[in-house]
Structure formats: C-alpha cells, structure tokens
C-alpha cells in the first residue's frame, strides 16, 4: 500500500513537471503556468520589443519557398482556411496579381494581424488606460485602449481597426472591428472584408515568450472562424531599439526617378 | 454626426482650400488654423527667452525611478507651426505673422553659410506657394507633403510623453521617437534616419537628447530651411512650470552654417492656457472642438494615416513637377 502510494506519487509529480513544464515553440493555452511581473498598475507587465521568427508575413499557410521567400509552416490551426467558395476564388486571383493588388507594395498600413508577424520588432508600452504598440515598420502605433469604452459606432474603415482591450488572468486580450477592406493577411492573397472581426490574445509563457493567438471571424469571406497562433519572442539583444523603416519615403523617392513610374497612373 | 465623419469633412474642405498651395497634407503637422491678414503677430523665442528669464526655479516632480516627470500632453507652438520658422509678417492664411523661432542668433536667423543661405533662398523661391519673391517655377515641395517626416519638425507639433526607466517614448499625430536614457551609445555614423539616433541623459532637471545619424532628407520648416547629413542636434527639455516645457534645440553642421544656432518656445500642456497650434493629438482636440465635452472618446487617439489618403495629392504634386528633395550636398 505505502508503496503503491509512493509510486503513485512518483507519477503523479512526473506527470505535473511534464504538464506544467513550459515547452517551448509548442502550442500552448492560455492558461499556462508562468506568472509574469506586474506594472505599477498591477497589471501582468508584457512591456518591452518582440518579434516573431515565422515566415507568416510571406504565406499564413504552409509553403513551399521561391525566390526571396522562404519555406515555412503556417501559422493557421489545420493549416486549412474555410473561404466561401466565391472566397477562395478570390484568394487565388489575389494570389496571381498580388504584385499590383496587395497594398503592402504601395507601403499603406499593412492592417491587423498583419502588422504583428511582419519581420520588424515592435515595443508594447503598458499605461492604465491604454497598451500602445510602436512599430518599427513605418512607425506604425496601434492604440489598444483598456479605459471601458466600447467600439464606437459604426459603419467605420480603418487599417487597423478598433482594438479595445482587456486582462483575463494574465493574458492581454483584445477585440478588434472597424476594418477596410484594402488590407491582407499575408503576400499570398489571404484577404478578408470590411466585416472583420479579430479576437487576439497576447499570453506570457515564460519571461522571454508571448503566444499570440488570433480568433478571425469574417461571415462575408469565411464559413466559420478560424484561428492563427504563434510565439512571439523578446529580443536579446543588448541595446536594441526599434530602429526605422519608412516605407512610404523609400517608394516614392524610388518612383520619383522613374520616367514613367505606374504608381502615379493608378488611382 | 460622428467625429470621423466631421473630421474628414473637415479635411476635406482644408484639401480644396489648400489645392492652389500644392498639398500640404503635412503628416507631422498640426491641424491647420487659417488666419486673416489682421491677426497679431505672434511671439516665439524673442518673448519667451524674456519671460522664462523672470520665471522662478521649479523642481518638477519625479517619477518612481526618479528622475523629472514630463509625462502628459503637450501642445506645439502658437501660430503658424513650423510653416516658416524665421521672424515674418503675414504671407497667407496659413501663414500668419511670428517672431523667429531662433533664440541664438539674436537676429533671429538662421546663421548659413554663404552658398547655404542662396540654396535656402532657391528652395524658397521655388515652392510655388504664392508666396512673394518666388521666380513661378516649381521646384522642391514640402517633404512632409509627401508624408516624409523627420526631425526637428516633429518637435514643433504637439505629443504625449510617457516615460519608463531607462526610456522617453514621445507619441505624436501619427509617429513616435524612444529615446533611451540609459547611457548607450550612438550607433555607427554611416546609419543614417530621418529621425536620426537619440540618445537621452538628464542633466538636473533637464532632458538632454543628442541626435546624430540624421540623413538630413527634410525639412527644418515648410519654406525650406534645411540641414544635412552631418548635422548634429541637442535638444534640452525642462519642466520650467507645473504646466510648461522649455523646448531648445540647438542645430550644428559646419558644412551648412557658420555657427551652432538654437531654436525654442514653451510647451503647454494641453488644455491649460496658449498653445493654439495643435494640441497634443490632432482628433482628440478636433474632438474636443466638435463633440460634447462628456463624449467618452475625447482623449482617445484614433486612427491617423497620410500616405493612405494621399496618393491624389502625391500625384498631383509629381505631375506638377516638384523634384524629389534630396539631402543637400555642400559644395567642395
């Protein structure tokens, strides 16, 4: 019976090391185990530059590689996404044209949850009423307010929609509405409409890790939500900062010594 | 009527009056106030250098890691913005009369070397603005008309400060400045940016930033004033008052002008006395202007863009001929 007893106990705490043990790059909930630091406010402290090391900001699902695009897993659970059919027709067309049609090439704001798993880092500044992201892509800042207000009113079209925020337990939870319909999810076409709705949820996993999880729900394009999630990783090094990448200047300076540049022929 | 429908509607009668001044979208600017041929001329460094010299000392107080706090919302300068930063009397609606921006020299101008001031001067003549002296050709536009956007002008509209240890993060319109304080140094000199490098440090009660790394690609105002890519800025920001920074910049480049020169005016905080110019944040003050003062979304920022709504304007601008301001190279 002791023994019995024992090596039950034995079990059990294995079994609760290897439950409990963070594992990193692996899919995890949003009820992990890591308690991170507090802010001042007492909020759980995501504060700092992170990134992601995906290839979602070329395809959101899995890929093959061509030239100056690597081969990646994509970042869809099931890897499927359930477009209506007239959807996912327009997905390939997108796809064919995405050169001319995809408006990260003409360096407007490249939209949520793009923005995030763009290969540039971003700061989150934590204040009471607010999480502000800067990014170092075309100084982009994304306000998340936290201060009870709902969505304003609508019918309202914005790149990056109306994020309002909120904390369940230790994870940054936001609601995002009020798209365009002039932005994509990737280069390869994965598009959605001004009827957009984001679920993101920002969860520490360890004092280096946030998953990043995106519930999308889109009745004009999807038959269902689907959901994308990844690790986002803090930045080691020493003295990073974001830096700049001022998209808008560097395509029109380019255009500008163009003879007969398209860019000042399309609307 | 919702606020983003007045504030583009707003926009958009600024866009057709503004269309004979070729675009001036403006993405670092403040909001645009129009002024008619009587209105007073507005003080800058000449009387502020006065009045911050009467003013007694203030110790501001600290944040939890203790150095000063500058947190809040402050407004830009009064009047006309950085449309043209030396002494004038009216030009345009946009435009109205306002002492020199410039504390040091005295005389209140830019101090340019000799091939810099006629490089100013055809900059200028060649805005087509409807300005006088200008020879009717078009030549450079206004870089931030094209939303390219770089220091000092930033400083000039209003911004939030937040401060964290180690870290000023200064939020405007629609872009942002980190500045670390925590002692790193400069990075390589061949990096250069349109907000340069900065490198914050306080000194008692001042925030010291030294910026260097800039690729001196815009503008110090809209009427051409430039610097370059060797230019280096320090700019000093003291709480003087509970509700005033003293802004001072003090702009450097041997290669452009015969001696360090230094610009300055007092920011208020928003919504406590002058600083006409643009509060803080553009649609909160268009908020605050137009909306009940119990609207719940007064003090939030919502979403700007420039180069999304501007792509008529950068058109027009191309087809009118303005070249592409590159940054000046001084003469051998």
């Known amino acids: 019976m002791k023994r019995w007893s024992a090596g039950l106990s034995v079990a059990l705490a294995a079994f609760a090391l290897f439950a409990l043990a963070p594992v990193p790059g692996a899919a995890q909930t949003a009820t992990g185990t890591y308690t991170p630091p507090r802010t001042a406010e007492g909020q759980p402290d995501l504060q700092g530059i992170w990134q992601v090391l995906n290839t979602a900001a070329w395809d959101i699902q899995d890929h093959s590689a061509s030239l100056g695009v690597p081969a990646g897993r994509g970042v869809v659970e099931g890897n499927a996404i359930p477009y209506t059919p007239a959807a996912l027709a327009k997905k390939q067309e997108n796809f064919k044209n995405r050169q001319t049609l995809d408006t990260e090439n003409r360096c407007l704001l490249p939209g949520v949850p793009r923005i995030t798993y763009m290969p540039y880092p971003f700061r989150i500044v934590q204040q009471a009423d607010k999480v502000t992201i800067l990014h170092e892509y075309s100084r982009v800042m994304r306000y998340i307010y936290m201060n009870g207000n709902p969505h304003p009113e609508g019918p309202i079209d914005w790149f990056l929609g109306d994020s309002r925020g909120r904390w369940e337990g230790n994870s940054l939870v936001v609601d995002v509405i009020h798209f365009n319909d002039e932005t994509w999810f990737d280069r390869a076409g994965n598009f959605h409409s001004d009827a957009l709705h984001l679920v993101e949820r920002f969860t520490p996993t360890g004092p280096d890790h946030l998953l990043y999880e995106v519930t999308v729900e889109d009745p004009k394009v999807f038959t269902r939500p689907w959901k994308m999630s990844m690790p986002l990783y803090r930045r080691q090094e020493k003295d990073i900062e974001l830096l700049e990448y001022e998209c808008g200047a560097y395509l029109l300076k380019q255009e500008w010594a163009k003879p007969d540049s398209p860019y000042f022929n399309t609307p | ?332």
């Open chain 2, 1 to 332: 009527m919702r606020r983003w429908l007045i504030a583009t509607l707003a926009a958009l009668a600024a866009a057709l009056f503004m269309w004979p001044l070729a675009g001036r979208a403006a993405g670092g600017d403040p909001p645009q106030a129009f002024y008619r041929p009587d209105t007073p001329k507005f003080p800058q460094a000449r009387t502020w250098v006065a009045q911050k010299a009467k003013l007694p000392p203030y110790r501001a107080p600290r944040t939890p890691d203790g150095v000063p706090d500058l947190q809040g919302n402050w407004n830009g300068p009064v009047g006309g913005g950085n449309d043209d930063l030396e002494e004038h009397d009216y030009i345009d609606v946009t435009t109205p009369p306002q002492e020199s921006y410039v504390s040091d020299p005295p005389d209140g101008k830019v101090p340019y070397t000799p091939w810099a001031l006629a490089k100013r001067n055809e900059i200028r003549a060649g805005l087509a603005r409807g300005w006088p002296g200008e020879t009717g050709q078009r030549l450079y536009t206004d870089p931030s008309s094209l939303c390219v956007n770089g220091m000092p002008r930033l400083a000039f509209g209003g911004q939030e400060i937040i401060q964290k240890p180690g870290l000023m993060i200064l939020l405007t319109a629609n872009t942002y400045r980190v500045i670390p304080t925590d002692g790193r140094a400069h990075m390589g000199s061949d990096a250069k940016f349109y907000f340069g490098n900065s490198r914050g440090r306080w000194e008692g009660e001042t925030l010291v930033v030294d910026i260097t790394g800039l690729n001196g690609e815009t503008w110090i105002d809209s009427a051409g004033n430039f610097y370059g890519p060797n230019t280096h800025m320090v700019e000093r920001m003291t709480r003087v008052e509970a509700n005033t920074i003293d802004y001072v910049i003090t702009i450097d480049d041997p290669t452009i002008y015969t001696r360090p020169w230094t610009m300055t005016y007092p920011k208020r905080r928003s919504g406590t006395g002058p600083g006409g110019n643009a509060g803080a944040i553009p649609n909160a003050v268009a908020a605050a202007a137009v909306a009940p003062a119990a609207d719940p979304y007064a003090k939030e920022v919502w979403e700007n863009t420039c180069l999304e709504g501007n792509h008529d304007n950068v058109v027009l601008l191309k087809k009118l001929g303005f070249k592409w301001f590159d940054a000046v190279v001084p003469p051998k």
